[in-house]
């Protein structure tokens, strides 16, 4: 069974600083893995979506890489803001897609203080 | 485009009574989904759809029901609710040709008392 886990369950750093979320997956036949952000009392935004057979995928100022083999994924935020505090969550699909059905790990909750 | 709308955005129901949540997509998406959201549980699948007409349980779909009768459509039934449903459920479409995307509902908050 596909168990994903998302270490430091919380963090908090000082506006402008780049940091990593870490994802990791105990199944390396995935298809692809989404990254998500969850605002307070808000639903999932998707962030990116980077597919087996990528490296890495970059939107602005997000950057998400994949190392399928050691099952692990990370979540590179440049410059940090505070409007990037939430919650963010990576899901993974696995490589038999019927359903299309997601792993989500628990999350790992940002706060940038200004 | 409103993506993925869920009606009612908060419920509180009595313990016994039961209650359709409703999901709406128009973006044209073959897969849908219900998830539930816990405290130090994640998010976890109840019931998903891959096309009009068909259903399949998830990872939880004990005391759920759900129904596709239309493409853009996907109900959530509770028919006798319990307090171990209280939680905030999530509404999501995907699409094959972009990788399975999943897009998010903001979400239903039920309280079951």
């Known amino acids: 069974k596909q168990e994903v886990t998302q270490i430091p369950a919380a963090l908090s750093v000082p506006e402008g600083e780049n940091l990593v979320l870490n994802c990791s997956f105990t199944?390396?036949?995935?298809?692809?893995l989404q990254w998500f952000r969850q605002d307070p009392g808000k639903g999932l935004t998707s962030l990116l979506l980077?597919?087996?057979?990528?490296r890495e995928q970059t939107s602005g100022r997000l950057n998400a890489s994949l190392d399928k083999s050691s099952g692990r994924s990370t979540l590179y935020i440049a410059a940090s803001q505070p409007g990037d505090s939430a919650t963010y969550l990576c899901?993974?699909?696995?490589?038999?897609?019927?359903?299309?059905?997601?792993?989500f790990g628990e999350g790992t909750q940002l706060t940038v203080n200004p | 485009n409103a993506g993925v709308t869920q009606t009612p955005k908060f419920r509180v129901l009595k313990t016994g009574q039961s209650m359709t949540l409703l999901c709406a997509q128009d973006?044209?998406?073959?897969?849908m989904y219900w998830y539930r959201q816990d405290p130090g549980m994640g998010l976890r699948l109840i019931h998903y759809s891959v096309g009009e007409g068909t259903t399949a349980k998830g990872e939880v779909p004990d005391g759920y029901n759900v129904s596709r009768l239309k493409k853009q459509n996907f109900l959530l039934g509770l028919e006798s609710a319990a307090p171990s449903q209280t939680s905030v459920y999530f509404c999501a479409s995907s699409y094959r040709d972009k990788g399975y995307e999943q897009y998010f509902g903001p979400g239903t908050r039920l309280t079951v008392t």
């Open positions: 199944d390396s036949a995935i298809y692809n």
């Open positions: 973006m044209n998406h073959e897969y």
């Open positions: 899901a993974v699909r696995p490589v038999e897609t019927s359903g299309s059905r997601l792993t």
């Open positions: 980077i597919q087996s057979s990528q």
